[in-house]
C-alpha cells in the first residue's frame, strides 16, 4: 500500500483532515512524503484542499471516491459461482497508431481477470462479451478484435498448465501473502482499539481488495487449490 492509498483511505473515513492532525494518524511519519502526496492527489483532482484563515483542511472528492471504489470492487466475486465449462477467447490485433487505445483494452481484461496465453490472446472462462463488446464500440476498436467461445480448448491435462501459464500467480500469492503479513499485525490492534479503529480496518480491506484485483477468481473446478488464498479470505471475514 502506498501513502497515496492511505491517504485517500484516510479522508474517504474521516471526511476532512486539518492538516495539523494529519502525522497523528500515522506510523513514523515524514511530514514531506505526506505533504508531497497530498499535493499530488490535489493536481489530480481526487483530494480538495480548503484554505481557511488559521488552517488548512482536506477532503476527497468524488473522482477520489470513484479511484478507491475501482479497487474495493476487486472484493465482489467477478461472476456467479458456476462455470458453464465454457471458455472464453479475446484475439485482438489493435494497429501501432492506436497503440494507447491497445494499451487500455489490455489494461481492461486485466481488471476482467483475463490470462494472458500469448501475444494478444486472452482467456478467461467467464462470460465477459457484452461487456467486451460495448467497451468495443465505445472506444471504436471493435473492427480490431474477436471474440472465441469454446468447451474444447485443451484437455484435461492441458488446463491445468493452460491456467498456469496464463496467469501471473507468483504476484497473486504476493499480494495475498502481503495481506496475511499485515492482518497478523493489525487484527489484534483494531480489536483493542478505541481511536482510529475504522481507518485500520478500512486499510486491511484496502490491501485485501489489491490482492483480489489481481486474482481471477477462476471456478473452482480448474483454480489452483492453495491454502495461502484461503488463509487470506478468512481473515478477511475477521475485519
Not at 486539518?18 to 500515522?26: E, I, N, T, V, W
Not at 476482467?112 to 465477459?128: H, M
Not at 474444447?152 to 496467469?167: C, G, K, N
Request: proline share 3%.
Amino acid at each position: 500500500m502506498t501513502i497515496i492509498d492511505e491517504l485517500l483511505i484516510l479522508l474517504d473515513d474521516l471526511g476532512e483532515v486539518k492538516s495539523a492532525d494529519l502525522p497523528s494518524y500515522f506510523d513514523q511519519p515524514n511530514l514531506q512524503v505526506i505533504f508531497s502526496s497530498l499535493g499530488r492527489l490535489v493536481n489530480r483532482g481526487w483530494v480538495i484542499k480548503k484554505n481557511r484563515r488559521y488552517e488548512v483542511g482536506y477532503s476527497i472528492s468524488t473522482h477520489g471516491v470513484n479511484e478507491l471504489n475501482r479497487t474495493l470492487d476487486s472484493i465482489k466475486l467477478r461472476q456467479a459461482d458456476q462455470w458453464d465449462n465454457r471458455w472464453r477467447l479475446v484475439i485482438f490485433d489493435i494497429p501501432e497508431s492506436k497503440r494507447r487505445l491497445r494499451d487500455q483494452f489490455r489494461n481492461y481484461l486485466k481488471e476482467c481477470g483475463f490470462g494472458l496465453v500469448k501475444s494478444s490472446v486472452w482467456l478467461s472462462p467467464w462470460n465477459y462479451q457484452e461487456d467486451i463488446r460495448r467497451y468495443a464500440k465505445k472506444n471504436l476498436i471493435n473492427d480490431y478484435l474477436v471474440q472465441i467461445e469454446s468447451t474444447e480448448i485443451v484437455d484435461s491435462y492441458q488446463t491445468v498448465l493452460l491456467v498456469q501459464q496464463s496467469w501471473d500467480w507468483v504476484s497473486i500469492e504476493r499480494g495475498y501473502r502481503e495481506f496475511i503479513k499485515i492482518s497478523d499485525k493489525l487484527l489484534p490492534k483494531i480489536i483493542k482499539a478505541n481511536q482510529k479503529k475504522a481507518f485500520m480496518a478500512k486499510k486491511l480491506i484496502f490491501i485485501y481488495a489489491e490482492a483480489a484485483k489481481q486474482d481471477p477468481h477462476l471456478p473452482y473446478e480448474i483454480a489452483p487449490h492453495n491454502s495461502l488464498v484461503k488463509k487470506a479470505n478468512d481473515l478477511y471475514l475477521k475485519i
